[in-house]
């Protein structure tokens, strides 16, 4: 009898010890806690207790830090370039209609020929068109981008429709004098995607391409390993690898001075339709030559 009283009392002892240290750990880990919640430390829990479930609960609470700091740094990159986007766009909506009101505010001099202010008129007519174009790119890209947006995937024939769009391009290729050299349509390659979205794609990269190719292009179609490839290379010995590494940014330009035709949108747009088609896009500089590659999943023909 009494060595039952003497175990329930030593089980009684070891079990309030070990509720004691259970409260004391579940404290400190509160204690820590508030410390984090109220920016005074950014070091995430520590467990001193040897407990399986109080060892787990710190590492999810750990996990819970991690990914509240992934989020925060997401959030911060997000309003930042959301605070460049506006700034960006005020600055390219600012500049051509300034340009649009001067123009018209000169032609109205009266000392003018009529074919003064008909050339007058007609630059500010210019620059409404491009006012107008970058809206539209602006317009797109901001529904693009929206969650709610998508797209209608399906099998589409690639080699069918590049050949298409190249065919549609060829009087812009000998306006520029430009013969480029085109490789794969023998291949016929299908993936899954949208149609509309890769019309878009490849006419966006060739008109950039026409914009601002230095001298050879050469476009590549081809298919390895279940990837369909369609890779647009050109001479474009003013670019660098910092340009290279922004080109798909918002309003970037490689050509700062450049008063151009391009919004600085179009290969943004062309991000966007890829990520929407689960395909992807990248470039490379090699030797003075920029590739932009675009990639898909094929599927059984």
Known sequence: MIFIVITLVIIT???????????????????QLQLYNNRKTNKKIDITLIDQDIEHLGVEVNRLIDLYVMENRKRVLFEKEQRQAVANMSHDLRTPLTSIIGYIQIANNENLSEVEKE???????????????LLNDF?????????????KLQRI??????????VSFYDRFQEKRLEP??????????????????????????????KHADG??????????????????????????????????????ADQSRSGKSTGLGLSIVKSLMEKMNGSISSKLNDGQLSIICEWKTVKK
């Open 119 to 133: 050339e007058l008129l007609a630059i500010a007519f210019d620059r409404a068109k491009r006012l107008e174009r």
């Open 216 to 253: 050879n292009i050469m476009i590549r179609l081809e298919e390895q390993n279940g990837v369909a490839s369609l890779m647009i290379t050109n001479d474009a010995l003013s670019l660098t690898e910092q340009d290279v590494q922004h080109m798909f940014d918002r309003f970037y330009m």
């Open 139 to 151: 317009f797109e890209l901001s529904v693009l981008e929206s969650t709610d947006y998508e797209l």
């Open 181 to 210: 050299t085109i490789e794969g349509l023998e291949n016929n390659v299908t993936i899954f995607a949208d149609h509309s979205a890769v019309t878009r794609v490849i006419e966006n990269l060739l008109s950039n391409t026409l």
């Open 13 to 31: 002892f070891i079990a309030l010890t070990r509720l004691f240290s259970f409260k004391n750990e579940v404290r400190k880990i509160v204690r």
């Open 157 to 166: 024939n690639l080699t069918k429709l590049l050949t298409e769009v190249l």
